[in-house]
Every structure is written in C-alpha cells, then in structure tokens.
C-alpha cells in the first residue's frame, strides 16, 4: 500500500494533508500538504499495472528468515574461502554436451518415446521483428 488511511489527516481546500516521517531528522513525524493533483500522481506512482505482483517477502532477505538464511549464507561462504579449489571441468565444446554435464539432460532423446534421437535436418530462418515486444503483446 502507497500510504495507510492513519497517515490522511485531512483535506484543506484543495490541498491534501497527511504525516510522513523525516528520516534525515531524526525520525520525526511531520505534516505535509500537497496539492490534490500531486498528492494522486505520486499516491498512483504505487499502484501496479493490471496482472503484475509486487514480489516483497521473498528471498534471503525476506523479513520472515532473513537472519536464519544471512548466518546459513555466511557459514556456506566461510567453508568456500577455506576450501581448495575443485579442477576446472574440461572446457565444454558443444552445447549438447553442456546440457547432458550440467541438468543431466540428453537434448537429443525424443521427447514423445523417450528411446530415438532427434536429428537436425535443416535450418528455420529468423522472423522479422515487428518491433512490439513481448509485453505489449501479452496485454489486451
């Protein structure tokens, strides 16, 4: 939420009044009146666009394990630097062979049966791009 309804203290003409916290001076509680138009522009800079989520509480640094997953991070980290290096892998040649090494999946094997391996038998060109973007494609 942009700002919480206690915040509102009220409204003097055409101006809107509500409190904010001046961090800068010590966190004192402050009123502060903008003009109705101005107040809405910044209250909507807030608001999310039709079908997109505001991705808050996620993470390591989500509020809900952050110091667990912080301590766990820095024990990982710690192992790591007193570790010796492992050897580098031969370098990888083929992007084939890159997916069978890393997910341990063989890109090849059909799909449908799972036994046959899938050949290459030509080349399908490149679609122009139109210059609309994925996004604006996906919005009605």
């Known amino acids: 939420m942009a700002i919480s309804n206690h915040r509102l203290v009220r409204m003097e003409g055409d101006h809107v009044v509500f409190t904010w916290r001046d961090r800068a001076d010590h966190d004192r509680v402050k009123e502060m009146a903008l003009p ?74 059909c799909p449908k049966c799972g036994q046959g391996h899938l050949k290459p038998v030509g080349e399908i060109a490149a679609v122009p791009s139109t210059g609309i973007g994925l996004l604006e494609r996906a919005l009605p």
């Open 36 to 109: 109705a138009d101005e107040f809405l522009r910044r209250f909507l800079l807030h608001v999310l666009p039709d079908r997109f989520v505001r991705i808050r509480y996620y993470g390591l640094l989500a509020n809900r394990n952050r110091q667990e997953d912080l301590t766990r991070c820095r024990g990982l980290l710690a192992e790591l630097s007193t570790a010796p290096p492992s050897p580098s892998p031969d370098p990888v040649t083929d992007w084939r062979e890159l997916m069978q090494r890393l997910p341990g999946v063989d890109p090849t094997l």
